[in-house]
């Protein structure tokens, strides 16, 4: 098994368990929330969020592996195809979507999940009409995030967050 498999199952173990879960959800009419419920050695748990149209910017997660699961509600995942050998502050993409980049957007629905490698770029969003939640684990615990701009088909750092300091 895989760490990205395991840290799915351990999203999956917290989804299927609310009672275990630290903190109640709560809604925030400005933005997604976010809690983060569980810390082990090998990685750490979050709760999130979703009113309808709330949303993530394009980012990463620093270098740690993650993995997600949608308890409630419904949530779509957007990727852009990058170019692997082309990793920097400019992520190259192929043609198709605004700026010429290439977007996959992927559906999850309630109890589907994701799992994503140390180097993966996306956003989340809840475009239904019910709020939702989720289930996220990262490996190693989150230490800090890139935030990202689609331009020109390339996808630019916009700022970089620090855990401690910026969440």
């Known amino acids: 098994m895989t760490l990205s498999s395991d840290l799915l199952a351990a999203a999956r173990r917290w989804a299927a368990d609310p009672a275990a879960w630290p903190i109640q959800p709560q809604y925030d009419p400005d ?3 976010y809690a983060r419920i569980a810390e082990t050695a090998e990685h750490e748990v979050w709760l999130l ?4 149209g709330q949303e993530t910017d394009w980012h990463d997660h620093g270098g740690s592996a993650g993995a997600f699961t949608v308890v409630s509600g419904a949530l779509v ?4 195809i990058t170019t692997p050998r082309k990793r920097s502050a400019a992520l190259h993409v192929s043609a198709g979507a605004p700026g010429g980049g290439r977007v996959r957007y992927m559906d ?3 109890g589907s999940g994701r799992r994503f490698g140390t180097h993966h770029v996306h956003g989340v969003a809840n475009r239904g009409e019910v709020p939702a939640i989720s289930i996220h684990v990262y490996a190693p615990a989150l230490r800090s995030m890139t935030r990202y701009r689609l331009v020109d088909g390339k996808l630019r750092v916009a700022e970089i967050e620090r855990a401690g300091v910026s969440w």
């Open 49 to 52: 969020t979703w009113l309808p």
């Open 77 to 80: 995942e957007r990727t852009v």
């Open 31 to 33: 933005e997604r929330w």
């Open 108 to 110: 999850l629905p309630a």
